[in-house]
């Protein structure tokens, strides 16, 4: 098996250590004999996202943002198309945000997102972000797991149906939502940064099941080791203190 992701934005979307989300996928996909082919993707660079199991967009300031947007749009047709095969797509913050309505920023310029799903976020003033560490419980499937991350965002993303999680502590999607980024059976998007995946070791493999079930039949990853990983998660589960 060989899983194919393509990093996009690599050099601009890069906030708070998402490049760590890269290394972890690498990293569990060897220790199972999984080789990986990872290319990056810049603007105006040439590349054919339908040939990938993975989509990955990291995080960025307004600044990045406006700078990659008009690139973005250009391959909405076929990012679409990715989607359609079941490419797997993993979104951090300004990448979540792009696949949205739009995103108006702070100075009440409105940045068209890519249209695919019907949430939208706009800038909260300047004195007021949903900032800190954020604990969120995961439902997929059967399974119900905490999670823990770092979000930093102005933005307040409304009109989301099919949230990633539940907040447990933290702000999520908005101040006052209650519930943390956007998932359906190929998307996870959310706010967490930190990276999302060192502490997070379920979610990565759920990332590796749907990337990897593109192309082949995988029900089941063999098991790993996570102790160490668990570990750093339930310390800040306790600093946070959703577990004692």
């Not at 913050?93 to 009440?108: A, I, N, P, V």
């Not at 954020?134 to 499937?141: D, E, F, L, R």
């Not at 991350?149 to 939502?177: C, I, M, W």
């Amino acid at each position: 098996m060989n899983l194919r992701i393509l990093w996009m934005y690599h050099d601009l979307m890069d906030l708070y250590g998402d490049k760590g989300n890269i290394q972890v996928l690498k990293t569990r996909c060897e220790k199972r004999n999984i080789e990986v082919t990872v290319d990056t993707c810049t603007i105006n660079e040439v590349r054919d996202i339908t040939s990938y199991d993975l989509f990955f967009l990291g995080g960025g300031a307004d600044r990045e943002q406006n700078l990659i947007y008009q690139d973005l749009l250009k391959r909405r047709d076929q990012i679409r198309e990715a989607m359609d095969q079941k490419t797997a797509f993993l979104l951090i913050c300004g990448g979540y945000q792009l696949f949205g309505r739009y995103y108006k920023d702070q100075d009440g310029v409105e940045l068209p997102g890519l249209n695919f799903f019907d949430y939208y976020t706009e800038a909260a003033d300047r004195d007021h972000r949903c900032i800190g560490n954020i604990a969120v419980n995961v439902t997929i499937g059967t399974e119900s797991f905490d999670a823990v991350g770092f979000e930093n965002h102005g933005g307040q993303t409304k009109n989301v149906f099919n949230p990633f999680a539940r907040v447990l502590k933290g702000h999520g999607n908005s101040y006052d939502s209650g519930f943390e980024g956007f998932m359906n059976d190929q998307v996870i998007a959310t706010y967490m940064h930190g990276p999302l995946l060192p502490k997070n070791p379920k979610i990565a493999d759920i990332v590796l099941k749907r990337a990897l079930s593109r192309r082949y039949d995988i029900r089941e990853l063999s098991e790993l080791d996570d102790t160490i990983e668990n570990k750093a998660r339930d310390v800040m589960l306790r600093r946070l203190g959703v577990i004692s």
